[in-house]
């Protein structure tokens, strides 16, 4: 009777252990899972061409962005792919809670530095003040944007590119635009 218990006593003792190992195969397999695709994600993400950005909302660890805007180093940007004047542009950034990208250095879009398009930014000339201003009424430093003092054309706003290029067009052709909002 005592071998019947001892075995009876062996066989749920490899029974408790097969259920732990079980459970815990089945944990390190959902982890395995989790982390391939967190790990294919990512990879995608980083792999996502600067001019084809626009379409994903990014996040990171401080910000948190609307839908179609994209976080990058804490600010979340909108850029659009359809062209209005720059009053439009403007009035556009404006109903979204924000405004004309202001770059506060000339890298601030380094995750769109290979983009040859042109977009609205919230400078331009007051004929009040015989200068180029920001949308919030400062100029521009000469020390970031030397380019602005060169251009001299009334009733001009500034179209910006990524790739480091400035100029001057009429405020009301046609062109893309970037809005610039703090994080939610």
Request: proline share 4%; net charge neutral.
């Amino acid at each position: 009777m005592t071998s019947l218990l001892l075995q009876v006593s062996m066989i749920t003792r490899w029974r408790l252990l097969s259920v732990i190992f079980g459970i815990k195969c089945l944990f390190l397999m959902v982890t395995l899972g989790v982390l391939v695709i967190n790990s294919f994600i990512i990879k995608n993400i980083q792999s996502i061409p600067p001019t084809s950005t626009v379409e994903f909302q990014e996040v990171s660890e401080c910000c948190a962005c609307l839908e179609k805007w994209i976080g990058y180093q804490c600010n979340c940007y909108f850029i659009s792919k359809e062209e209005m004047s720059w009053k439009g542009s403007r009035d556009f950034c404006a109903s979204q809670n924000s405004s004309l990208l202001q770059p506060q250095t000339k890298n601030e879009l380094s995750f769109m530095s290979s983009s040859q398009t042109f977009f609205w930014i919230g400078v331009r000339y007051s004929e009040e003040r015989n200068a180029w201003l920001w949308e919030d009424g400062t100029v521009p430093s000469k020390d970031e944007f030397p380019e602005f003092s060169n251009i001299i054309r009334q009733e001009h706003c500034i179209v910006y590119s990524p790739s480091k290029a400035v100029t001057a067009e009429p405020c009301k052709n046609k062109n893309r635009y970037i809005c610039k909002q703090l994080p939610i």
